[in-house]
C-alpha cells in the first residue's frame, strides 16, 4: 500500500509564501497524475492542482497565478509552490493521485493569518 507524507506547512501571514512536499512511497508515482487537494474548516476537501505524468497542470480558479504544482518522479515526490497566500487558503492540505486512490496521508496544516 502506497503511503503519502505531506509536510511542509505552517502560519504565515498575508501575501507570504509557502512550499508544501508530499513523498509518495511505492514505485507506481511516476505513472499517476497528482494533485494537490486541501479541506477548510467545515468544508469538503476541495482540488486545488494536477499535474500529469507528463507534466501538463491545471489549477482551481481560487488559486491560478499564485499556486505551482511540480513534480520530481527520481524522489517520488510533489510539490505545491503557494505564493501570495490569502486568509482563504487556510485548509489542511492533501496530496493523491487525481483518482484518490491512494490512502490519505495525514495532510499539512496551512494557516493564514496576521
Known amino acids: 500500500q502506497v503511503q503519502l507524507v505531506e509536510s511542509g506547512g505552517g502560519l504565515v501571514q498575508p501575501g507570504g509564501s509557502l512550499r508544501l512536499s508530499c513523498a509518495a512511497s511505492?514505485?507506481?508515482?511516476?505513472?499517476?497524475?497528482m494533485a494537490w487537494y486541501r479541506q477548510a474548516p467545515g468544508k469538503g476537501r476541495e482540488l486545488v492542482a494536477v499535474?500529469?505524468?507528463?507534466?501538463?497542470?491545471n489549477y482551481a480558479d481560487s488559486v491560478k497565478g499564485r499556486f505551482s504544482i511540480s513534480r520530481d518522479n527520481a524522489k517520488n515526490t510533489v510539490y505545491l509552490q503557494m505564493n501570495n497566500l490569502k486568509p482563504e487558503d487556510t485548509a489542511v492540505y492533501y496530496c493523491?493521485?487525481?483518482?484518490?486512490?491512494?490512502?490519505w496521508g495525514q495532510g499539512t496544516q496551512v494557516t493564514v493569518s496576521s
Open positions: 511505492g514505485t507506481f508515482f511516476r505513472i499517476y497524475a
Open positions: 493523491n493521485t487525481h483518482i484518490q486512490n491512494w490512502s
Open positions: 499535474i500529469g505524468s507528463g507534466g501538463s497542470v
